[in-house]
């Protein structure tokens, strides 16, 4: 009898304090964080790293040997505001002038550039996969949007460059010829070579795309709870200084080509302020959502 109860009393022990402290049911039925359900050692993250950056370089080598076999096609598609630029100002047929091997080379920097634009969706894709998993459910559908957008948002910057900036820009450029018979001592001519005038377009183009980034990049910081409209509307000022500092940086040493790639950086700066604002005002709805379902 006396064992029955010793017994007994182990067991009511055991439910108290040990193991027992909550019922079996309540322990499988807890639900699993998803960040922690998809942890994994870092031996297993950095080989998936480097299956992921084989996979992006292998694509960008994929699209660069067709990129060079067109590069002649799209550096005669390139060349056209260059083209009407001269040709509405000049009796003369357009011609650009090249080094030894400088077209050669030229044909291997378009090449490149092409299959970088090419490859872009896939590397991002990769990168997506590979953050993923320490992301929420909802994290992941937030961001997924922006890595549509990115590349949209690149090809309207090279597209404003092509159909407006270049056409200005080479328009200044031929405007400032002038003949020996107009006043000058010898006749000054535009003279442009064929890696010069890649150098400028393609300039612009990856300064213009990367410029036309900025609402995306402010709009993820703002949902990460990193920047808020007010901290953007105060320090306008100094964001204007830093746009025309970035601007000089990314653009040729000329005027025209600063100023437009600066104020189109200010335009979207004041669109990245709006864009926020809609962000946080959502982002604080949610969190009073959450609190009064707490409540």
Known sequence: MSKKKSENGDDKKKLVGGDWDQPPDIIDEAPEDEVEASRAPLLDHLIE????????LAILVLTFIPSFIVSVPFFNFLIVPFVNA??????????????????????????????????????AYHLYRFVSPGLYKNERRAVLPFLIAMPILFLAGAALVYFMIMPFVMQFAVGMEQQA???????????TKVGEYLSLITTLILGFGMAFQL??????????????????????????????????????????????????????YEISIMAVRMVTKRRKQREEEEEKALV
Request: aromatic content about 12%; proline content about 7%.
């Open 215 to 268: 609402p995306v990049v402010l709009t993820l910081l703002a949902m990460a709870g990193f920047v808020t409209p007010e901290f953007l509307v105060k320090n306008r000022r100094f964001a204007i200084v830093a746009i025309f500092l970035v601007a000089a940086i990314l653009t040729p040493p000329d005027p025209i080509s600063q100023i437009a790639l600066g104020l189109t950086i200010f335009a979207l």
């Open 86 to 123: 001269v040709g509405d100002s000049s009796a003369s047929e357009p011609t650009l002038y090249f080094a030894p091997l400088e077209f050669f080379f030229t044909r291997v920097r378009l090449a490149f550039m092409a299959a970088f634009v090419l490859s872009t969706p896939v590397v």
């Open 49 to 56: 790293l480097r299956m992921r950056l084989m996979w992006s």
């Open 181 to 191: 018979m107009e006043g000058a001592s010898a006749n000054i001519t535009l003279l």
